[in-house]
């Protein structure tokens, strides 16, 4: 994941849930930060690790890191949900591949001869020809 993509996660996670902004304890010394409960939940999501596994390397406990991905997953789904978290529509799908294009991928086109350049010893029969091969 980029560095502007996570601090956009963070930041809009901060925006909408008082959980994720940094607030000073009974003794006035900040808590975590926005970064630190992120990172944990992000680590925890894409690596599949435990709790305990985290606790030293972001410096929160256990208990704190399970508030972390609770408070994230709700979150994520809130902000980002009706935008990225749905089925992908016509102009989606137009799109995309309009974007694979311009990058050189040639993508699949009208015709069953670009199938072929997905790959390499593409097979040549139908769809018709395996249903009576398979009689």
């Not at 901060?14 to 992000?42: C, M, T």
């Not at 997953?73 to 989606?92: C, H, I, K, S, T």
């Not at 993508?107 to 790959?119: D, F, P, T, V």
């Amino acid at each position: 994941m980029s560095k502007s993509l996570f601090l956009r996660i963070a930041a809009a996670l901060e925006a909408h849930d008082e959980y994720f902004r940094q607030r000073p304890n009974v003794v006035g010394a900040l808590g975590s930060s926005p970064i630190q409960k992120a990172a944990a939940a992000l680590r925890m999501l894409a690596y599949r690790v435990p709790v305990n596994f985290l606790d030293e390397y972001v410096r929160l406990g256990e208990s704190t890191i399970i508030e972390c991905l609770q408070h994230f997953v709700r979150g994520v789904f809130d902000v980002f949900g009706e935008e990225y978290l749905r089925a992908p529509n016509v102009q989606d799908t137009w799109s995309l591949m309009a974007m694979n294009t311009a990058r050189g991928f040639l993508g699949i086109g009208k015709h069953s001869e670009s199938y072929s350049c997905l790959l390499p010893r593409a097979p040549t029969w139908s769809l018709p020809e395996i249903l009576v091969m398979s009689l």
